[in-house]
């Protein structure tokens, strides 16, 4: 995906730090290279999670990752089949800024959610599929299953086709996961630290 020019702003200054660490020109308690590969990450998954006043835009990673999976779901819409996300950052949290997200209102004759403050990328792609059309009730978090059991109810609905669109870490949706017969899509948001990581998470 090409990154928008504020996410290319952020990576140059992030060079620039880089530098200044190499070179022994800062504390490494104020800055260090690790502070700055984490922030390298956020910045390529999504430029609001640097700041959250930061604006949406069009074609980035959750937009053209929606795109993709509404398409796979119209497509697939006869034979119910499942997507699974993958993303290890910015997993969903309840902040209290709004108590439903997904609320919708009519504008100009348009059903359309409500404004909604940017708190976590997990929220934000959900709210970019049902505006597309995908009943809430078809997508779910790994997250809002809290036990095994949870979970093991949660996979039961993906392999039933009632959920087709499932979304999680790869802790948390990795080894155990058991809803493979109903997958057509697989969607990688991040890109976790170790090989192995992307090896379970593709399992």
């Known amino acids: ?8 702003d952020l990576v140059k200054s992030l060079g620039e730090r880089a530098e200044k ?42 937009d053209t990752c929606s795109q ?10 006869d034979k119910k089949s499942a997507q699974l996300v993958f993303c290890d950052l910015s997993t969903p949290k309840n902040t209290g800024t ?15 959610l409500k404004e909604w403050k940017f708190t976590d990328v997990y929220t934000d792609l959900k709210r970019k599929l049902i505006e597309k059309g995908i009943p809430e009730n078809e997508i779910a978090f790994i997250h809002d299953a809290n036990n095994d059991t949870q979970k093991q109810e949660l996979f039961s609905k ?5 959920i087709r669109v499932l979304m999680g870490s790869t802790a948390k949706m990795g080894a155990g996961t058991n809803c493979q017969n109903k997958i ?12 192995s990581d992307l090896t379970q998470r593709n399992r």
């Open 1 to 8: 995906i090409k990154p928008s020019q504020t996410q290319l």
């Open 21 to 62: 660490v190499r070179n022994r020109e800062v504390d490494s308690k104020e800055d260090n290279m690790l502070k700055i590969t984490n922030e390298g990450r956020k910045i390529a998954l999504d430029q609001r999670l640097i700041n959250e006043l930061l604006p949406d835009y069009e074609n980035s990673k959750i």
């Open 68 to 77: 993709n999976i509404f398409r796979i779901w119209k497509e697939t819409k």
């Open 98 to 112: 709004m108590d439903n997200p997904y609320e919708m209102e009519l504008v100009d004759g348009k059903w359309k």
């Open 158 to 162: 993906v392999r039933a086709g009632n």
């Open 184 to 195: 057509i899509a697989l969607h990688h948001l991040d890109c976790p630290w170790r090989p």
